[in-house]
T-cell receptor, first 112, second 118 residues
Framework: DSGVTQTPKHLITATGQRVTLRCSPR?????VYWYQQSLDQGLQFLIQ???????AKGNILERFSAQQFPDLHSELNLSSLELGDSALYFC???????????FGPGTRLTVL | AQTVTQSQPEMSVQEAETVTLSCTYD???????LFWYKQPPSRQMILVIR??????QNATENRFSVNFQKAAKSFSLKISDSQLGDAAMYFC???????????????FGTGTRLQVTL
């Protein structure tokens, strides 16, 4: 158990809908990272937050957004969902920029 | 931009034997971190081992060790005394040093699926 929690574990929804994925980092970790794992794109970095502020953006679509709250948990919002958004979404956390990233169990999103 | 290449989509090893997974990367930076993550069928991403580029000594964690060749930009993972529980997808990953770079994201290779046979 990495100490990073993600909810829900599975999510099935329809095209055009909006969903929210939640992540709680390890106790004391200030950085949260979101990654997407899909069959055709592999593991890709989406976005990073550090102590409530956005720090880095990767290949994140405009339909996707994220935030980190004062208690350090983070949410990834996916809207106008398309079939291609079906993937495993991981959250990872680290204590600061120099630390190793520890991954949560992931949320499997299926868009029908 | 940094890239990570894993040229072996699949590997197989017999129980108790040794196997080496290959990884090469491309970067213009002199300081960075390299990682191997394991993803078993449960899909959890588990850190196996980490190497800091400025350290010449190869990292070791129990049965897992790396062969880090900085000049060749190579970072292979050796698994000794392979066990059935080692069967998983293994990902090599690169991270910019947080002081010299602005982003601390992980850049992953495409993975190597390791099968362990009796």
């Amino acid at each position: 158990d990495s100490g990073v929690t993600q909810t829900p574990k599975h999510l099935i929804t329809a095209t055009g809908q909006r969903v929210t994925l939640r992540c709680s980092p390890r106790s004391g970790d200030l950085s949260v990272y979101w990654y997407q794992q899909s069959l055709d794109q592999g593991l890709q970095f989406l976005i990073q937050y550090y102590n409530g502020e956005e720090r880095a953006k990767g290949n994140i679509l405009e339909r996707f957004s994220a935030q980190q709250f004062p208690d350090l948990h983070s949410e990834l919002n996916l809207s106008s969902l398309e079939l291609g958004d079906s993937a495993l979404y991981f959250c990872a956390s680290s204590a600061d920029f120099s630390d190793t990233q520890y991954f949560g169990p992931g949320t499997r999103l299926t868009v029908l | 931009a940094q890239t990570v290449t894993q040229s072996q989509p699949e590997m197989s090893v017999q129980e108790a034997e040794t196997v080496t997974l290959s990884c090469t990367y491309d970067t213009s930076e002199s300081d960075y971190y390299l990682f191997w993550y394991k993803q078993p069928p449960s899909r959890q991403m588990i850190l196996v081992i980490r190497q800091e580029a400025y350290k010449q000594q190869n990292a070791t964690e129990n049965r897992f060790s790396v062969n880090f060749q900085k000049a060749a930009k190579s970072f292979s993972l050796k698994i000794s005394d392979s066990q059935l529980g080692d069967a998983a997808m293994y990902f090599c990953a690169y991270r910019t040093h947080p002081i010299t770079g602005t982003a601390s994201k992980l850049t992953f290779g495409t993975g190597t699926r390791l099968q362990v046979t009796l």
